[in-house]
C-alpha cells in the first residue's frame, strides 16, 4: 500500500527521461524495483549509496530509496518525488525514516506494485497535462459523425497540434477508410485486443498508421468487433497521456467498452440531423450517454425539415448547442480525389472544426477547456 505524506503529485515535464534512481544494497529489493522498471518501461540508475556524480541524485525523474539505504542517503539534498521502499509492515521508525530523507511517499512490496509501476512510468514518459478527448456520437445512422470526428483530428493536426483520432464503433467500417489509410502500415484495434493494465504512451503512438499529421487507431479487416473494457480503457488512457488532441469516434449503442471510453471524454458531441425522427432516436441516444459523460452538446445537421433549425434541436433534446455543422458540397469530391474531411482548409467543415478547437482553447498541443462551443 502507497502511504502519502505530501499530496503535491510527481514532477512531469513534456518530454521522455530517464527512468528513477535507486539507492539500495538489497539484492532481493533491487531485483523486484528491476522488474518494476522493467514493466515500466523505463531503465533505472543504479547505486548503493548517493550517487557520487553530481546531479544524479537532483535530476531524476524520481528516486527509490531502499529502506536499507536511509542512513547512507541522510543529507541528500530536499527535492520532489522521493520513495522509500521496502517490504516490512512493522519496520520500526519507518515514518520519521522517510522525514529524514525527504520521502513523500512510503511503499511496502508486494501490495504498492501496481501503484509503482504507473509512476514509474510516468516519470519516465515525462507525462504532462493530459489530451483534451473529445468523443463524436451520431444521434442516428448516418449522421454525420465519423466524418466530423476525421475533420476534428485532422484540422487539430493541420494547426500543428499533437493528434490521435480513434475508432470506437467495430460495426462503422474502419475510420481509416475515410482518411484513405486501409492499407497503411501499423497497428489495429485486433492487437489491443488483450491489453491490460498500462499500456506504454509512447509506444502506441509509435505503433499506429500516420495520417494527415495524425496518428490513427482503426479496425482491421477480420472478424473481431469486440475490444475488452479493460483495453479500451488502458489504451484511451495512453493516449491520453501524450497530450493534445485525442477524438473517439463512437456508436450510439452503449456497452461495457463504450463506457469505459466515455468516462475518459472531456466533451462529447451528439451529431443531430433536422428531422424529427433523428431528433426522437438522438434523444434516447443523449439519455444513455448522458449517464456518463458531463459535458454532451449538439452538432445541429440540416436541411432542417419545416420549423426545425439548429437552435430548435437543441432545445429538444436539451442540450448546449455545440454549432451548426455546414452543408459541404465538395466533400464528397475531394474524399474521391483523396483528401480527408477538413483537409481544405477554407472548406466549411474545415471552418467549423477549426472554430471548435478555437474555442475549446487548445494552445500550441496543450489541452485545456474554455467556455462555449463552436457557432
Same mark, same amino acid.
Given at each position: 500500500?502507497?502511504?502519502?505524506?505530501?499530496?503535491?503529485?510527481?514532477?512531469?515535464?513534456?518530454?521522455?527521461?530517464?527512468?528513477?534512481?535507486?539507492?539500495?544494497?538489497?539484492?532481493?529489493?533491487?531485483?523486484?524495483?528491476?522488474?518494476?522498471?522493467?514493466?515500466?518501461?523505463?531503465?533505472?540508475?543504479?547505486?548503493?549509496?548517493?550517487?557520487?556524480?553530481?546531479?544524479?541524485?537532483?535530476?531524476?525523474?524520481?528516486?527509490?530509496?531502499?529502506?536499507?539505504?536511509?542512513?547512507?542517503?541522510?543529507?541528500?539534498?530536499?527535492?520532489?518525488?522521493?520513495?522509500?521502499?521496502?517490504?516490512?509492515?512493522?519496520?520500526?521508525?519507518?515514518?520519521?525514516?522517510?522525514?529524514?530523507?525527504?520521502?513523500?511517499?512510503?511503499?511496502?512490496?508486494?501490495?504498492?506494485?501496481?501503484?509503482?509501476?504507473?509512476?514509474?512510468?510516468?516519470?519516465?514518459?515525462?507525462?504532462?497535462?493530459?489530451?483534451?478527448?473529445?468523443?463524436?456520437?451520431?444521434?442516428?445512422?448516418?449522421?454525420?459523425?465519423?466524418?466530423?470526428?476525421?475533420?476534428?483530428?485532422?484540422?487539430?493536426?493541420?494547426?500543428?497540434?499533437?493528434?490521435?483520432?480513434?475508432?470506437?464503433?467495430?460495426?462503422?467500417?474502419?475510420?481509416?477508410?475515410?482518411?484513405?489509410?486501409?492499407?497503411?502500415?501499423?497497428?489495429?484495434?485486433?492487437?489491443?485486443?488483450?491489453?491490460?493494465?498500462?499500456?506504454?504512451?509512447?509506444?502506441?503512438?509509435?505503433?499506429?498508421?500516420?495520417?494527415?499529421?495524425?496518428?490513427?487507431?482503426?479496425?482491421?479487416?477480420?472478424?473481431?468487433?469486440?475490444?475488452?473494457?479493460?483495453?479500451?480503457?488502458?489504451?484511451?488512457?495512453?493516449?491520453?497521456?501524450?497530450?493534445?488532441?485525442?477524438?473517439?469516434?463512437?456508436?450510439?449503442?452503449? #456497452?461495457?467498452? &463504450? !463506457?469505459? $471510453? +466515455? *468516462?475518459?471524454?472531456?466533451? =462529447?458531441? %451528439?451529431?443531430?440531423?433536422?428531422? @424529427?425522427?433523428?431528433?426522437?432516436?438522438?434523444?434516447?441516444?443523449?439519455?444513455?450517454?448522458?449517464?456518463?459523460?458531463?459535458?454532451?452538446?449538439?452538432?445541429?445537421?440540416?436541411?432542417?425539415?419545416?420549423?426545425?433549425? #439548429?437552435?430548435? &434541436? !437543441?432545445? $429538444? +433534446? *436539451?442540450?448546449?448547442?455545440? =454549432?451548426? %455543422?455546414?452543408?459541404?458540397?465538395? @466533400?464528397?469530391?475531394?474524399?474521391?480525389?483523396?483528401?480527408?474531411?477538413?483537409?481544405?482548409?477554407?472548406?466549411?467543415?474545415?471552418?467549423?472544426?477549426?472554430?471548435?478547437?478555437?474555442?475549446?482553447?487548445?494552445?500550441?498541443?496543450?489541452?485545456?477547456?474554455? $467556455?462555449? *462551443?463552436?457557432?
Amino acid at each position: 500500500m502507497a502511504e502519502s505524506i505530501a499530496r503535491d503529485r510527481l514532477p512531469t515535464a513534456g518530454a521522455r527521461r530517464g527512468g528513477p534512481l535507486i539507492v539500495t544494497e538489497d539484492v532481493e529489493l533491487l531485483d523486484d524495483l528491476l522488474r518494476l522498471c522493467a514493466a515500466a518501461g523505463a531503465e533505472p540508475e543504479v547505486h548503493h549509496s548517493l550517487p557520487e556524480r553530481r546531479g544524479s541524485w537532483e535530476q531524476a525523474p524520481m528516486v527509490l530509496v531502499g529502506d536499507d539505504a536511509v542512513r547512507r542517503c541522510r543529507g541528500a539534498v530536499r527535492r520532489r518525488g522521493v520513495m522509500l521502499v521496502g517490504r516490512d509492515e512493522d519496520a520500526p521508525d519507518v515514518w520519521r525514516s522517510a522525514v529524514e530523507i525527504g520521502a513523500e511517499y512510503v511503499l511496502r512490496l508486494p501490495e504498492s506494485e501496481g501503484w509503482l509501476v504507473d509512476q514509474i512510468a510516468n516519470a519516465a514518459e515525462g507525462v504532462g497535462r493530459p489530451a483534451l478527448t473529445v468523443g463524436v456520437i451520431g444521434g442516428r445512422g448516418g449522421s454525420g459523425a465519423s466524418t466530423l470526428a476525421c475533420a476534428l483530428a485532422v484540422t487539430a493536426a493541420g494547426a500543428g497540434r499533437r493528434s490521435m483520432l480513434i475508432d470506437g464503433d467495430p460495426l462503422g467500417g474502419g475510420i481509416d477508410v475515410l482518411l484513405g489509410g486501409e492499407r497503411a502500415e501499423g497497428m489495429r484495434w485486433p492487437d489491443f485486443a488483450h491489453s491490460r493494465g498500462r499500456v506504454g504512451a509512447g509506444a502506441l503512438e509509435e505503433s499506429l498508421p500516420a495520417l494527415h499529421g495524425l496518428r490513427v487507431l482503426s479496425w482491421g479487416r477480420d472478424d473481431c468487433v469486440v475490444i475488452p473494457p479493460p483495453a479500451m480503457r488502458a489504451v484511451l488512457a495512453a493516449a491520453r497521456r501524450l497530450g493534445g488532441v485525442v477524438v473517439v469516434d463512437l456508436p450510439r449503442r452503449v #456497452d461495457e467498452s &463504450v !463506457a469505459e $471510453a +466515455l *468516462g475518459q471524454l472531456d466533451i =462529447g458531441l %451528439l451529431v443531430v440531423p433536422g428531422e @424529427l425522427r433523428a431528433v426522437a432516436a438522438a434523444k434516447r441516444v443523449a439519455s444513455t450517454v448522458g449517464m456518463i459523460l458531463d459535458d454532451l452538446r449538439v452538432v445541429a445537421r440540416g436541411p432542417y425539415a419545416a420549423g426545425l433549425d #439548429d437552435r430548435w &434541436v !437543441a432545445q $429538444a +433534446l *436539451g442540450l448546449p448547442l455545440a =454549432g451548426e %455543422l455546414p452543408l459541404d458540397a465538395g @466533400l464528397s469530391v475531394a474524399q474521391e480525389s483523396g483528401a480527408p474531411p477538413g483537409g481544405g482548409p477554407r472548406d466549411p467543415l474545415a471552418r467549423f472544426c477549426a472554430a471548435f478547437w478555437e474555442r475549446a482553447s487548445v494552445p500550441d498541443g496543450v489541452a485545456g477547456l474554455g $467556455a462555449g *462551443g463552436a457557432s
